[in-house]
């Protein structure tokens, strides 16, 4: 039996309109091959501020707030102190940025070993043993073979990539020796050919056809202010006296002298058969059409207007701290997803050269994009300071946590979220003290007793 819906296809078509047929306009729209070189970035960057930004704001903002490491106090401070040695957070600042400009970049992690082409293996590093970080970008950087093999940790990325240093022969560096920093992640490293398969797209790639937009419409509406207002005079037998060299010369002589009078008195003094006539251009509609291409730009780099701009959010109770917190909320994933892998055996080497050693226990945390005001971190303390009250139960009732693990348990809560500073050291110190000084009770009992103590008994 035949149907009705035989011909039926999976796009809406209009046969009267074309519409979905090869005849309609947009069916000639298509997506071409996306093409930047790095001339073009390097000048997009150094020239306009916009590309400039939205290539520094993200990699600024992930390294702002830095991290917090979780150890014992006497490892933090070795710790922090090699970090500042070897500058790691601005060379990840450094990193960062040429990755997002380039596409990729890489951080040599330089221990001094002669063969940079062997794996590192970072058990051997001793305290001290981590000599320098260099940041390369990808166009220092040359790859070598692929790696096919799905069961490596290599999969898809080159086995070796090659320096070349000055005027020396080319250096091999074997990837584990490397941080590898990319742009925007290629969909499928198969359907990307030559040396660009083992890096990403500069973050410009895909937006600069919306900056060009916005810094075009800028631009216009500046040439557009010269034309605000145009003054016109109409000449009796103008074009037809136009032929006469002499006339075009009275003409100029005659408009610089009715200028220069106009300009210094405001009189302009012409003939009594010449009109004249003065014509404003209207504005008012202009800076809300440069505001939408600067909102399609924000929109295309994932950053906030308030933060790319730094303009105040328009709208009635509007301030913008849900669009912050999105976007650093987005900062936070890409910490946890891209930059902390990365940066494994970076961290693993920082932590054995700075103690000589690698405990299980120590760990870091990324320090909160987002400050909290004075009046919500008060409210956050009286929150959990009343849910400790309340677990702990009131007199006669039975705590729901034992009081020691409660109290250590919020001693921590409040250090970690930063609400009482310095409250761990304080403890500490308390105890010592405690220990050392008797406390009041133990005072006072022994001043009653020496009170009602008898002088027969003194002497005994």
Known sequence: MATIFQFARDSLTNLVSRMGTERDKASSSYYGVPLLDDAQILNAYRGAWLPRKIVDIPAFDSVRAWRDWMAEGTEIEPIEAEESRLNVRGKMLEGRI????FGGAAIHIGTGDANLAEPLDVERITKGGLKYLTVLSRRQ????????DPASEWYGKPRTYRLTAGDKAQVDIHPSRLVILTGNAQPDFELIGGGELAWGDSVLLAILDAIKQADGTAANIASLIFEAKVDIIRIPNFMASLANEGYKAKILERYTLANTSKGINGTLMLDKEEEYESKSANFSTLPDILDRFLQIVSGAADIPATRLLGQSPAGMNATGESDLRNYYDRLSAMQALEMTPAMYRLD???????????????????????????????DVF????????????????????????????????????????????AIEEYGKLSEQEPDEEELSAASELAVVRSPAQKGS
């Open 98 to 101: 040429k990755a997002r400009l």
């Open 141 to 148: 950087l040359s790859i070598g073979e692929i790696e096919r």
């Open 348 to 378: 693993e080497a920082i932590i054995r050269s700075a103690l000589g050693s690698r405990p299980k226990d120590i760990y870091y945390e990324w320090a909160p994009l987002w400050g909290m005001s004075d009046k919500e971190r008060a």
């Open 382 to 425: 009286k929150t959990k300071a009343d849910a400790a009250r309340a677990i702990a139960g009131g007199s006669g009732q039975q705590p729901l946590i034992p009081i020691d693990a409660l109290s250590d348990a919020l001693v921590n809560a409040l250090v970690e979220d930063g609400s009482l500073p310095g409250l761990e050291a």
